[in-house]
T-cell receptor, first 114, second 111 residues
Framework: QKEVEQNSGPLSVPEGAIASLNCTYS??????FFWYRQYSGKSPELIMF????GDKEDGRFTAQLNKASQYVSLLIRDSQPSDSATYLC??????????????FGQGTILTVHP | DTAVSQTPKYLVTQMGNDKSIKCEQN?????MYWYKQDSKKFLKIMFS???????INETVPNRFSPKSPDKAHLNLHINSLELGDSAVYFC??????????FGDGTRLSIL
């Protein structure tokens, strides 16, 4: 059974702080890694994706991947109350031409308080 | 313009009924998916179609039957609805080698 594990939280950080969200996965064949944000009652929204070891930055968001440790993380700098949501880590075993099936973690609830 | 649209947004029905959910994407993507999100917010894939061909079929009761009339549409028909089918069903689509984008979801409640 391929698994993706996240700390369900809630993770509470003050406004302006760095929020660190972590995810581990069991399948060493995993090729592609995604972070989705889901507001309550809304659909998952893609935040970041990464498929190479190291860091990938996009604005206030940084995704970090360590395939040897089977670990992927998302850092949110200068956290804002509008960042309060559930963050879903998703992993795909397919690389190359298709991302294929996504296996999701259970999500981490992030609360940013003023 | 809505990229991935699902209808209906809400569906309340009695146990034992048969219902369908429709999904359409106008992104030109070649792959579409159905996911189920349960009350604990756990999101799990059910089916995937690539250019109208079924490519992913997870362990789902055969009361659930997907159908893709063309690569822009993917429907989900559910027979003999049970209480445990209550969930949010998300449609998603992706282009070759690109991440998946989700529709707004269909909230199914079984009475």
């Amino acid at each position: 059974q391929k698994e993706v594990e996240q700390n369900s939280g809630p993770l509470s950080v003050p406004e302006g702080a760095i929020a660190s969200l972590n995810c581990t996965y069991s399948d060493r064949g995993s090729q592609s890694f995604f972070w989705y944000r889901q507001y309550s009652g809304k659909s998952p929204e893609l935040i970041m994706f990464i498929y190479s070891n190291g860091d990938k930055e996009d604005g206030r968001f940084t995704a970090q991947l360590n395939k040897a440790s089977q670990y992927v993380s998302l850092l949110i700098r200068d956290s804002q109350p509008s960042d309060s949501a559930t963050y879903l880590c998703a992993v795909s075993e397919s690389g190359g031409t298709s991302y294929g099936k996504l296996t999701f973690g259970q999500g981490t609830i992030l609360t940013v308080h003023p | 313009d809505t990229a991935v649209s699902q209808t209906p947004k809400y569906l309340v029905t009695q146990m034992g009924n048969d219902k369908s959910i429709k999904c359409e994407q106008n992104l030109g993507h070649d792959t579409m998916y159905w996911y189920k999100q349960d009350s604990k917010k756990f999101l799990k894939i059910m089916f995937s179609y690539n250019n109208k061909e079924l490519i992913i079929n997870e362990t789902v009761p055969n009361r659930f039957s997907p159908k893709s009339p063309d690569k822009a549409h993917l429907n989900l028909h559910i027979n003999s609805l049970e209480l445990g089918d209550s969930a949010v069903y998300f449609c998603a689509s992706s282009a070759q080698g690109r991440p998946q984008h989700f529709g707004d979801g269909t909230r199914l409640s079984i009475l």
